[in-house]
C-alpha cells in the first residue's frame, strides 16, 4: 500500500442522502477514509444540510434540490426521484468545478454514493470517475426486499405463508413499509440497482451477515466491502442533524447498572396518540429523565442502560449490538421489521413489541427484559455478539481486513487525464 503522503493525492467526493440514518454512515465512513489518508469532499443536497464544523477536514459542497424540508404528503418514491431528478445538473456542475480547480496532489479518485441517489451514477460516467455504492441497510433487508419482485411472479400475493426462501421472515416481516406493492416493487427496481458501479460497501460486518452478503455476493458480482460498525471505526465527531442534549448523561451517571430502558424510536417515526398513552402508561414510573434528542452511542454505552426499546433502524440496530445491550423492538417500516426479526428471532438479543396498544403487555416486556431470568439470558447473548463484533474490528478480524481492501481497491483507479 502507498504511504499516507502518497495517499493524500486522492480525493473522493461522498453523496450521502438527505435522511438521518443515511447521513450518518455516509459522514462516518468519509471519517475513516480520512484517517486512511484521503481528502474528502461532501457533495450533499441541501435538504437536511449536515453541519460543516463537525467535520473540519471536509469540504461541503450543497447542492440545490427545491426542497426546503421534508414534505409528509411525498412518499419515499416521490422523493427519491425529486432528489435524483433536481439534483442532477447541480452535481454536474459542482464536479465539473472540483475537477477544473484540482491540483496535481489532490486529485479525484472515485466518487461513492448512496444507493437512493442513483443519479449520481450518470454524473459519475460522464466525468469518467469510478463509482462505489454505499447501502446503510442491512443485507439481511436487501435480500427480503429484492425476493418481493420474485414473490409476485410466483403467485405469493396477497400473502401467503411460509414465504418460500426467506427464513425466519414471515411476510408481516416483509418491508412494505405504508407504501402500496406497486410502489414497493417500484423502489426495489430503482434502489437494488447498482447499474456500472464497481463495488458495494456495507455497513456490517461478516459475522451479523454471512447468508445474505453470500446471496447478495452471487447477484451483483463485483467486490463487496463489509467494514462496520462504521461508528465504531469512525474518529469520534457528531452526526445528527438535531441537537444532541447531553443532560442525560450526569442522571444515567447516578443510577444503578443495567437498571435504565433507554426509549428513542429514531427521527421519523409517526405514533397515533393511543400507542403513544399506552406507551407511557406502560412505562409509568417515579423516575425517569426525558430529552429531546439523546447522544444516543453515549448512552448505549453506559453501565446503567440495561435495555433499549427501539424502532430498530439499521444504525441503531448495530450501535445496540456494539454495546451488548438487548432490545425491545417496536418497528415501523421497511428495513426497520427485518431487523427486529433478526434480532428477537435469530440473534435472540431482543423481544418483539406486537400488541403496542396494550399496556399490559408494555409493561410485561419491560419486566422480562429488565427483571425476570429470560432478560438476564438474553443480556448474556447480547454481551457475546458485542465481544465478537469488537473482535471482527481489530487487526486480523474481517472488517480490519476489509477495510484495508476498499483502501487497496480505491487505490487501484487510475487518476484522471
Known sequence: MEEQGTQRRRRLVLIPSPLQGHIS???????????KGFSITIAHPQLNSPDPSNHPDFIFLPLPDNLSALNGSKNIIDLIATL???????????????????QPDDQVACI????????????????????????????????????MSRLQAEGYFPLQEPV????PLRFKDLPFSTLTLEKSLQLITITGDIRTSSAIIWNTTDYLDPSSISKLQEHYHVPF????????????????????????????????????????????????????????????????????WAP????????????????CGW??????????????????FLDQIV?????????????????????????????????????????????????????????????????NGLVEFIMSFGLPK
Not at 116 to 125: D, G, H, M, P, Q
Not at 374 to 403: F, H, N, P, W
Request: hydrophobic fraction near 35%.
Open 25 to 35: 454512515p455516509m459522514l462516518q465512513l468519509g471519517s475513516i477514509l480520512h484517517s
Open 84 to 102: 435524483n431528478e433536481n439534483c442532477t445538473a447541480p452535481l454536474t456542475k459542482c464536479l465539473a468545478q472540483v475537477m477544473e480547480q484540482q
Open 112 to 147: 461513492i454514493y448512496d444507493t437512493l441517489l442513483y443519479f449520481s451514477e450518470a454524473v459519475a460516467n460522464h466525468f469518467k470517475l469510478p463509482k462505489i455504492v454505499l447501502r446503510t441497510s442491512s443485507p439481511s433487508y436487501l435480500v427480503a426486499y429484492r425476493a
Open 164 to 167: 418460500p426462501d426467506l427464513y
Open 225 to 292: 466491502f463489509s467494514i462496520g460498525p462504521l461508528h465504531k471505526l469512525a474518529p469520534a465527531s457528531s452526526t445528527s442533524l438535531l441537537k444532541e442534549d447531553t443532560s442525560c448523561i450526569a442522571w444515567l451517571d447516578k443510577q444503578v447498572p443495567n437498571s435504565v430502558l433507554y426509549v428513542s424510536l429514531g427521527s421519523v417515526a409517526t405514533i397515533d396518540e393511543k400507542e403513544l398513552i399506552e406507551m407511557a402508561w406502560g412505562l409509568y414510573g417515579e423516575r425517569c429523565c426525558i430529552v429531546k
Open 296 to 311: 444516543q452511542k453515549e448512552v448505549l454505552a453506559h453501565g446503567a442502560v440495561g435495555g433499549f426499546w427501539s424502532h
Open 315 to 332: 444504525n441503531s440496530t448495530l450501535e445496540t449490538i456494539s454495546e451488548g445491550v438487548p432490545t425491545i423492538c417496536r418497528p415501523f
Open 339 to 403: 431487523n427486529a426479526r433478526y434480532l428477537t428471532y435469530v440473534r435472540r438479543v431482543g423481544l418483539e413489541l406486537e400488541h403496542v396498544s396494550e399496556r399490559e403487555e408494555i409493561e410485561r416486556a419491560i419486566k422480562r427484559l429488565m427483571v425476570d431470568k429470560e432478560g438476564k439470558e438474553i443480556r448474556q447473548r447480547a454481551m457475546d455478539m458485542k465481544e465478537k463484533v469488537r473482535t471482527s474490528l481489530c487487526k486480523g478480524g474481517s472488517s480490519y481486513d476489509s477495510l
